[in-house]
């Protein structure tokens, strides 16, 4: 498999595991399982197990031989914190992560609540410690420099991520992303097929904190004043690939003046398959879609006012231009 990525927002995949199974909304056109599933059963082919679950033990080590520094998206095949993978192939491989501090990795996942429960545990930092010793430092020098990435503070090269479809799973997600030790926290809002107030889901961290205040309280005491309480980059992007749903404009803009308001950086990866009409496209199925997501084809008298034509373009030809403007902060790799 290639390492190099047509993901904008990072330099390359690393996928020590391949495989996975559908959680929620964002799942439904996964780009890897179509992927992987149509080489199923094809004798020797990477993919022969579709999209099963796979340890890949034999790349564990790639990170290790790339020797200038690289962003690099783990798992683009899978979900890392998926429930079949085992805590200590998990610990393995951030136990590669902790010996290459030269590379940025970015860690994204469906599957929040395992993620926080096992990167809280003081007793997984010890199998991370344990599973590099023994089987990735190549000399004492190395095993030294990553120990002393694992002094009790999260590993400073590790962003971790959840994914952001809509507000249900923001509400859910987020505030288990707050919850989770990291150096750096980050959203992933594609594909995004709602409305998302990001705050709502801060104010929810804030409950679950047990400060218990109510929003407006929350406001009054300036604890929200500042930012977003610790998230330190949304990603948006409307979806691509067969069956695609549409972004609604508002969705897009909404998530980047949140970003906006709050010093966060902001990248707009794509449109997906449907752009705006308005931007000048005059071919292509139309979808008419509302800010609640609701489709009006056919009832075009019915819809309501925030309404938009969408354009089934192509994701090229779509584009990621927002207002006339890319958009394209991240926070510095190391
Ligand atoms: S969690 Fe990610 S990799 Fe797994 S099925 Fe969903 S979209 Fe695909």
Redesign the pocket.
Known sequence: MADTTGIEWTDSTWNPVTG????SD??TH?Y??TFAERWRGIPGHHFEAGFDIILRPERLRLPMTWTKPRRIFLDSM??LFHQDIPDTYIAQVFAIMALTPRHTYQVLT?RHARMKALLSRATFWHDVAQQGREHFARCQEDWLAAGAMLGGKPLPNVWLGVSVEDQKWADIRIPALLGTPAAVRFLSCEPLLGPVNLKRAVITMGSERGHGLTASYVHAAGCCESGLHGIDWVIAGGESGPGARPMHPQWARHLRDQCTWAGVPFFLKQWGEHAPEDHGHDRGAITLIDTQGRTWNGREALAPPDAVRMRRVGKKAAGRLLDGASYDAAPAAR
């Open positions: 996975c199974t559908k959680i964002g799942c996964c890897a399982a899978s979900d469906k």
